[in-house]
């Protein structure tokens, strides 16, 4: 439902700010789980921000070794940003965990029906881009 982001930290924090606010509103949630969410998300954005700098490192490194055509930079630089990636998405998908825990049954499912809109979505597009 949400997605891990490598921007810089001010707009990942802006940005995840008003994905609480978005959620908020949308799944109705109270002044607790507000803050709850807020707590679960920031420290998820703390402890994405420590890999975040090393991501651009490896996308600019990447991109260099492109137009030199150096395979085995590129190998080695895309094994290293798997392993990033996998970092961020395991963040990412422990604190979406954490705050689906603080939902009710009725919100729960609500949310349920946000993700899989948005998985449905997101399947329509990278099967329009594999063509």
């Known amino acids: 439902m949400l ?3 490598t921007t ?3 707009q990942h924090g802006a940005k995840r700010e008003g994905m ?3 959620m908020s509103a949308r799944l109705n949630l109270s002044p607790d789980q507000q803050n709850q969410a807020k707590a679960i998300f920031k420290s998820a954005r703390e402890q994405a ?3 975040a700098p090393k991501l651009r490192e490896e996308r600019v490194a990447l991109r260099e070794a492109v137009k030199t055509d150096n395979e085995g930079q590129i190998d080695r630089i895309l094994n290293q ?3 990033l990636n996998t970092q961020a998405r395991e963040i990412h998908t422990r604190a979406v965990a954490k705050f689906y ?3 009710n049954p009725s ?3 609500q949310f349920d029906q946000m993700a899989a809109h948005r998985w449905n979505r997101k ?3 990278q099967a329009t881009e594999s063509r």
């Open 101 to 103: 825990q603080i939902l």
């Open 8 to 10: 810089p930290a001010p």
């Open 3 to 5: 997605a891990a982001q």
């Open 123 to 125: 399947a329509g597009h």
């Open 107 to 109: 919100q729960k499912a």
């Open 20 to 22: 609480v606010q978005r």
């Open 81 to 83: 940003n798997s392993q």
């Open 49 to 51: 921000s420590a890999i």
